[in-house]
């Protein structure tokens, strides 16, 4: 099991009830996170550069995937959604509630399901600096257009979007994040490179 702090040798040494424990509190763990990724730029406003606001839900999503492993991502992320869908305020903007299915971003949520399973199964199967780098990438990809489609699909279905919007505007709108979402996908392969290296030491 691929536990944040503990060793294969000490995963062995647990039984399964302690292990299902264990990967809970981390999958809540990660849940927290990525609701305060979420709305980080409330705390923090100097992290909103040239109007770009620098979320880090995507980020914590794919770290969970290489840290948790692709079940414990899954768990983590799917733990997010759930409070968010249930009312409390982890999503962005501290919304909340039923009603955020039917919002255009609502896609990117349910993408990092998919990106931490993804993610997971990669640094799973490559447990190398190249192999973390390249399942952050990958997660990155599939958090973009797996987030932009549904984005399309949802104005264009039932957010009564103009007719001159397109799949090539909806995706000029995520022009701007894409290079500080570059750079973190980078950061959090090496991150998360370097954090299982530690904790198998």
């Known amino acids: 099991m691929n536990v944040l702090n503990i060793t294969a040798n000490e995963t062995n ?9 264990v990967m809970m509190v981390y999958a809540a763990m990660f849940a927290a996170l990525m609701a305060i990724g ?3 730029t409330t705390f923090l406003p100097f ?29 983590a992320t799917t733990l997010y959604m759930a409070l968010g869908l249930i009312g409390a305020p982890v999503l962005a903007g501290f919304k909340g509630g039923p009603a955020q299915l039917f919002s255009p971003f609502f896609g990117f949520v349910v993408s990092f399901i998919i990106v931490a399973y993804v993610v997971g199964k990669i640094s799973e199967t490559y447990p190398t600096k190249v192999g973390f780098v390249i399942a952050a990438t990958v997660g990155t990809v599939i958090n973009y257009v797996f987030g932009t489609t549904w984005m399309y699909y949802a104005w264009k279905f039932w957010a009564e979007a103009p ?9 000029l709108a995520l022009v701007p994040p894409m ?3 570059a750079v973190l996908m980078v950061v959090c392969g090496l ?6 290296h530690i904790k198998r030491r």
């Open 163 to 171: 007719e001159v919007f397109s799949y090539k505007i909806a995706w």
């Open 47 to 75: 992290l909103v550069v040239a109007g770009v606001p620098i979320t880090l839900q995507t980020f914590f999503a794919i770290l969970a995937g290489l840290l948790l492993g692709s079940r414990g991502g899954v768990l």
């Open 38 to 40: 979420a709305n980080i």
């Open 179 to 181: 290079p500080k979402d």
């Open 191 to 196: 991150l998360g490179y370097r954090t299982a």
């Open 13 to 21: 040494r647990l039984n399964t009830g302690q292990q299902k424990l």
